[in-house]
């Protein structure tokens, strides 16, 4: 039997930040409330930030590259970044993946708050790497 998409549900062609406010929404408990926390304390470190959906339902942050995913478990609010063993982190914020070569994650359980103000300048100093990294990629020529 084929299955037919509906097409209220699809999320193609849809904004981001538009899916993202929806997977905030559905999940009704205090993950939810934690990932519109984190994201409104992204929004607040890099104004400038591109929402992004990927991996089937994965919010993502990004400028000039990943800064980091916000997934959402039973037991916890993962947040990701993809280069955060290159990144301080006086505040011990990382508490997650810490014996990758490039990836931490911030495990955020129930009842469990973040340090904003190192937050922001960890997602300030991964925007920054980004961009360093982005700068640093011979461009090609234009034809």
């Given amino acids: 039997m084929e299955k037919t998409l509906n097409k209220a549900n699809s999320t193609e062609g849809r904004p981001a ?3 993202i406010d929806e997977k905030i929404a559905s999940l009704g408990d205090w993950r939810g409330e934690t990932l519109k926390t ?3 304390l992204i929004r607040e470190a890099e104004p400038n930030v591109l929402e992004e959906w990927k991996w089937m339902g994965t919010p993502v942050w990004s400028q000039d590259g990943i800064i980091c995913t916000g997934e959402s478990y039973k037991a916890v609010v993962k947040l990701t970044f993809l280069k955060g063993a290159a990144l301080k982190d006086p505040a011990k914020l990382f508490n997650s993946s810490l014996d990758g070569n490039a990836r931490r994650a911030i495990d955020l359980k129930e009842g469990e708050r973040i340090d904003a103000q190192a937050f922001k300048a960890l997602i300030r100093e991964a925007a920054e790497l980004n961009a ?3 700068a640093a990629k011979p461009q090609r020529a234009k034809k």
């Fill in 132 to 134: 360093a990294s982005a």
């Fill in 38 to 40: 984190v994201r409104a």
């Fill in 17 to 19: 930040s538009e899916l």
